[in-house]
């Protein structure tokens, strides 16, 4: 009787991996893994743009994994503008507080001009803040705290069928900036 050797488990993190894909206009509509990419690609509905450094092996031989894909008919979506949320908040302040710079667990939304002396729930009065800093600040203007702002929030722009948190995401992929940068600005007010 022969001794098996345990097979190697491919974890399919290759597959999994994250893929841009672009309407046919290469506007940013989505995130999807590398295997649903591939799919779309040999069903004739994207092409790829951008391969990433890996390797993917099958049977008769092997391919490189896609980065980007675009696809060849133009996908009709309703604009989506983006939604204020606490979620959408620490997207927007990049997860670090905008008093002290902290990036870490523990992160909340502050009101930059406290509700009760009239600072209203919106773009422009709502910062990512660490518990610590809020706690400072307490009921207070960040100037009457002796505190200051890392930035001035602002209002950002709607990325076309993309929501915001996916957006930021996927700016963490240097080679997809080009495909990006044009869709992130400040909206005009």
Known sequence: MSRRTP????????????????NHNYEPLNLTSVRRAIVLVLKGKAEVIKHNS?????????????????LYHYARRPPVHVKLS???????????CQYCGYSGP???????????????TDWENLVCCCVKCNSKKGNRTPEEANMRLLKKPRRPAY?????YSKLIAALRHEEWHEFLLPFVREAKR
């Open 159 to 163: 990325i076309p069928h993309m929501g």
């Open 54 to 70: 890996q390797q993917i092996r099958y049977p008769s031989g092997k391919m490189e994994a896609p980065s980007v894909v675009r």
């Open 7 to 22: 097979e190697k488990k491919h974890d399919g993190s290759v597959l999994n991996a994250e893929v841009l894909v672009l």
């Open 106 to 120: 523990g992160l909340t939304v502050d009101h930059v001009v406290p509700k009760e002396r009239g600072g209203v």
């Open 86 to 96: 606490k979620r959408s908040i620490l997207a927007r302040d990049n997860y670090t």
